[in-house]
């Protein structure tokens, strides 16, 4: 796994180079034998993105369409000794909702 240099994203294997997905950062991917390549990955770790927003989505009905789809992330916006806030916005009617660990 590799993280952009220049915004922290994580970034993709491109042929022989790293890209990043946020910005468009592209570096050298270096000595192949420096990476370890999996193969099998269980179905739990996965996280599906979007290409236009690089968001993940999950299933989450949206209060203002009942669509059942949503991007996701997660920000502090409390002090640090509490949960962080997991916002949603509608892949539909990019309607925002926020729901808190309380």
Do not use: H
């Not at 994580?10 to 946020?22: L, V």
């Not at 996701?72 to 806030?85: F, H, L």
């Amino acid at each position: 796994m590799e993280f952009c240099d220049e915004c922290g994203s994580m970034m993709k294997a491109e042929d022989g180079t790293w890209e990043c997905g946020s910005c468009g950062f592209t570096k050298p991917k270096g000595d192949a034998a420096e990476y370890t390549v999996t193969e099998d990955q269980e179905a739990s770790e996965v996280i599906e993105s979007s290409e236009e927003t690089s968001l993940p989505e999950t299933d989450a009905t949206c209060p203002e369409c009942g669509n059942d789809r949503a991007y996701w992330y997660m920000q502090q916006i409390r002090a640090a000794d509490e949960s962080e806030t997991r916002f949603f916005i509608c892949t539909d009617c990019e309607y925002k909702w926020r729901e808190d660990d309380n």
